[in-house]
């Protein structure tokens, strides 16, 4: 048992499920600083389940409604609380738990040391408020987490919010520079993994935020706001990047930004892991070699252009230079183009390509 759990962003989904559960403004919370603001403690156990049971014994069978009030009230009795799986109502109060004595436990007080081995002998969650150190812990598997004040939260969401902000800016850079080398047609394999990369890093930071978003519940509206703007067309991007740089030789399930999430921070910082996790096996694909565009993320900016319209243009010229060298009437041609289409699409080509608009979902 430790008393140092993750950073947020690192915690595994149930974990952010349970701090959005127990976030401010919620009616386990709002109970639980009531129980603090009484000078009392409690042992909640976040769900009934014949494991559960078994462990219990002692107190009253209820089956209420949760309320902040009842569970203010309910817990000045001795012994603690079961709460429904759904955490809607309170089926027990007033029950002694006793877990397996063998369970290793580093906690000392009494309630902490019971939810630590309840929680690891049922698999159930169980929150401790601690009247004497007024704090609110979640155990889970053996893990303690603190539930921090909200302006603590709040501070470590925007420190996370201002390092999301430098790593979009810093992905916008590396898509503007992809632009750059698309345009020449020397587009490498390092050039690839390097925007690949910055996605990656995005939606770790991102992933962080959203933690914290859980966490603070309603005091973290602001903060989602602030996220949904630095996070938007990232994924978009991702997928784009995808349908342009995946080798003929590689098929579509095998060419994906996914198992990058898997990569350690010292591995996303090598290009050749990186390649080499998305697909681009570095024995056939070297940082060096140049890959083809096919244009998609380029078509993706014009406006009013349906994605079977862009499907069918990728399929009749294959990449984004041979799309470029076309005349307007063989891109009128097109199924789904027509010639004033293809007027708007070459001017936008053309642009792109002469320096004036970078293209990406990525501003």
Do not use: C
């Not at 349908?243 to 990058?260: I, K, M």
């Not at 694909?285 to 244009?295: D, I, K, T, Y």
Request: no cysteine; glycine share 8%; aromatic share 4%.
């Amino acid at each position: 048992m430790t008393d140092d759990a993750p950073e947020y962003g690192s915690e595994p989904e149930q974990v952010r499920h349970l701090m959005a559960l127990l976030a401010p403004g919620t009616p386990i919370r709002d109970g639980l600083e009531r129980i603090l603001h009484g000078r009392t403690g409690a042992l909640i156990v976040l769900g009934d389940s014949p494991e559960v049971r078994r462990v219990s014994t002692g107190g009253f069978a209820i089956d209420v409604r949760l309320t902040p009030q009842a569970l203010r009230e309910l817990s000045k009795m001795d012994g603690g609380l079961i709460l429904s799986s759904d955490h809607e109502r309170i089926m027990a109060a007033g029950v002694h738990f006793v877990p397996d004595r063998q369970l290793r436990s580093e906690e000392t007080g009494t309630r902490h040391r019971s939810a630590d081995r309840v929680s690891q002998q049922t698999g159930i969650p169980a929150v401790v408020a601690s009247a004497s150190m007024n704090t609110l812990s979640v155990f889970l598997r053996g893990r303690r987490y603190r539930i921090e004040e909200p302006e603590k939260l709040l501070t470590r969401a925007n420190q996370a919010l201002d390092t999301l902000g430098s790593y979009r800016s810093r992905l916008v850079d590396q898509t503007s520079a992809l632009t750059m080398v698309e345009v020449h047609d020397v587009t490498t394999v390092a050039d690839v993994a390097a925007v690949a990369q910055r996605i990656e890093m995005a939606r770790r930071l991102d992933s962080e935020v959203r933690a914290y978003v859980s966490a603070l519940g309603v005091e973290g509206r602001l903060i989602q706001l602030q996220r949904d703007e630095l996070i938007d067309g990232v994924e978009e991007l991702s997928r784009l990047l995808v349908e342009d740089y995946r080798p003929d030789d590689v098929s579509p399930g095998e060419f994906t930004l996914a198992p990058l999430s898997a990569l350690g921070w010292d591995d996303l910082g090598r290009p050749t892991r990186v390649a080499a996790a998305i697909g681009l096996d570095p024995a056939r694909h070297p940082l060096s070699m140049v890959l083809h565009a096919r244009g998609y993320r380029q078509l993706s900016t014009i406006a009013d252009l349906p994605p079977r319209t862009v499907q069918a243009i990728v399929d009749r010229f294959g990449t984004l230079q041979s799309l470029y060298a076309t005349g307007i009437s063989d891109l009128g041609d097109v199924q789904g183009v027509g010639a004033q289409r293809a007027k708007s699409i070459r001017a936008a080509l053309e642009r792109i390509f002469e320096g004036e608009e970078q293209a990406g979902n990525l501003r």
